[in-house]
């Protein structure tokens, strides 16, 4: 059983920093192709997919955070971050943490990947 839990969410005014955690138990990426990401989502609008890292070290973040959000593992401690600097407003949002395993290549737009495996969510606030 997969079970992923974020922390560090907050909420900042705009131009702070905040460091998203996700610790990971049940997951073993060796098993598969595997990948871990970052998800947001704000009331009425769709999910969005903004950073990803597979099993290989591949990266994929969304246009909207290029420059700003860093998304790193430490497989030792088997957790995900997101660390994210020079937030907006616009960051505003519940912020998720995803995993997959597939024995598949996935083809596709990194972001775009299905995850079976998600966190709770973290609340992530920044004013103006």
């Known amino acids: 059983q997969v079970q992923l839990t974020e922390s560090g969410g907050g909420s900042v005014q705009a131009g702070g920093s905040l460091r998203l955690s996700c610790a990971a138990s049940g997951y073993s990426p060796n098993k598969g192709r595997g990948c871990m990401g970052w998800f947001r989502q704000t009331p009425g609008k769709e999910r969005e997919g903004i950073a990803v890292i597979d099993s290989d070290g591949n990266i994929k973040l969304a246009d909207s955070v290029k420059g700003r959000f860093t998304i790193s593992q430490d497989n030792a401690k088997m957790t995900l971050y997101l660390q994210m600097n020079n937030l907006e407003p616009e960051d505003t949002a519940t912020y998720y943490c995803?995993?997959?395993?597939?024995?598949?290549?996935?083809?596709?737009?990194?972001?775009?990947?299905?995850?079976?495996?998600w966190g709770q969510g973290t609340q992530v606030t920044v004013s103006s």
């Open positions: 995803a995993a997959d395993i597939s024995p598949v290549k996935w083809d596709g737009d990194p972001l775009q990947r299905p995850h079976a495996y």
